[in-house]
């Protein structure tokens, strides 16, 4: 894992005139023949990118065939790539994937959490309901899984196992597109029960950079690369949900960035039209620093960005009376560098 003292500190919360609190962090852009066009940070340690790779984790779902077979639309597969928040259209996607498929929900393995939306968990408390796997976050990439693993005649139980040959599958995907060897030491167990591979930030970029582009891949999988990101695109609240960062970027600039961010501190991009891949990871963690840290980044390679993530994500820290107290946002040394960058960058 990244070495926290190694790190500079990507991002800033002040409060007043003071710096209150920072996040120290690391960040990759790669292109895709492995070019690091900037780096902040170690960027060779191996890191979990959790919930970024989705898309990757989707791969064998279209190359089975099994999305042919079941004739799943780009709702479906667009869930089966998100990290949902629990709401009504995130379930009903979830479902007729299932249904589709000819999958009860009781084979999810992804366990229970409250929806991720507070309105949806309230209305399910409100109901007097427990959540089950299908509020997961991660239950349209279970969903797609059991869909991959019924179609190619193999088991359902246990499927979320490393050893099962929907994971190996998957293992092959991250490994090829990600241009590393991942052995035992680099397998953990997400929070969802899937293995999650651990790659350095460098390869995690140049790999976002290939699902952009499709260079290097077998032509199969470009096809099949390329199917899911138009989903992605084309149903941009499935990927994650209503006012969050993930789905209003994408919302406002699909198919020029798809962006999926990761628990602890992930978050990464593919950009198509220029080629490249951005990978970042906070050290401790900390998604609000995530968000901020890849708004600065978007904000300067889109073309009229600015103004949208500007005014949805000025990092504003407000008080409970709505009073402006502090901000969040992109420390000095991070912007310096970047920026320098940014100013000779493509568009």
């Known amino acids: 894992m990244s070495h926290v003292a190694a790190n500079p500190i990507l991002v800033e919360l002040r409060r007043g005139t003071l ?19 900037f780096a902040l940070g170690d960027i060779e340690a191996p890191i979990f ?16 065939g099994a999305a042919d077979a079941y004739r799943l639309d780009d709702s479906e597969l667009a869930i089966a790539c998100g990290s949902h928040s629990g709401e009504a259209k995130h379930l009903a996607a979830v479902r007729s994937l299932l249904a589709k498929s000819g999958i009860e929900e009781k084979y999810l393995a992804c366990g229970a959490h409250l ?6 968990a309230r209305e399910l408390e409100r109901a007097g309901r427990s959540p089950s796997p299908i509020h997961n976050n991660c239950s349209g990439k279970h969903a797609g899984m059991l869909a991959t693993a019924k179609h190619l005649g193999l088991d359902l139980e246990f499927y979320e196992r490393a050893d099962h040959p929907v994971q190996k599958a998957i293992k092959r995907v991250v490994s090829e597109t990600c241009g590393v060897e991942l052995d035992l030491e680099s397998i953990g167990i997400d929070g969802c029960s899937v293995p999650t591979f651990a790659v350095p930030l460098r390869a995690l970029a140049r790999g976002m950079a290939r699902l952009g582009t499709g260079q290097d891949m077998p032509v199969a999988r470009a096809v099949a690369v390329r199917r899911l990101m138009d ?40 950009l198509p039209d220029i080629g490249l891949g951005i990978a ?20 300067a390679l889109i073309p009229g960005a600015t103004t949208i993530l500007g005014e949805r994500f000025a990092g504003e820290i407000s008080n409970w009376r709505g009073q402006r107290v502090g901000s969040i946002e992109a420390s000095a040394e991070f912007v310096g560098a970047f920026r320098a960058f940014a100013a000779s960058a493509p568009r």
Request: hydrophobic content about 50%.
């Open 231 to 270: 989903a992605c695109f084309a149903a941009p609240e499935l990927v994650a949900g209503e006012g969050r960062f993930d789905t209003i970027v994408m919302r406002a600039f699909g198919p020029k960035v798809l962006v999926k961010g990761g628990a602890e501190g992930v978050h990464c991009a593919t």
């Open 115 to 120: 929806p991720l939306s507070e309105h949806a």
């Open 19 to 37: 710096v209150e609190s920072t996040h120290r962090g690391a960040i990759a852009i790669v292109d895709a023949e492995g070019e690091v066009v």
């Open 49 to 64: 990118p959790r919930s970024a790779v989705k898309l990757m984790q989707a791969v064998p779902l279209v190359e089975s």
């Open 280 to 299: 970042l990871k906070i050290d401790d963690g900390a998604k609000r620093a995530a968000d901020a840290a890849l708004a600065e980044i978007l904000a």
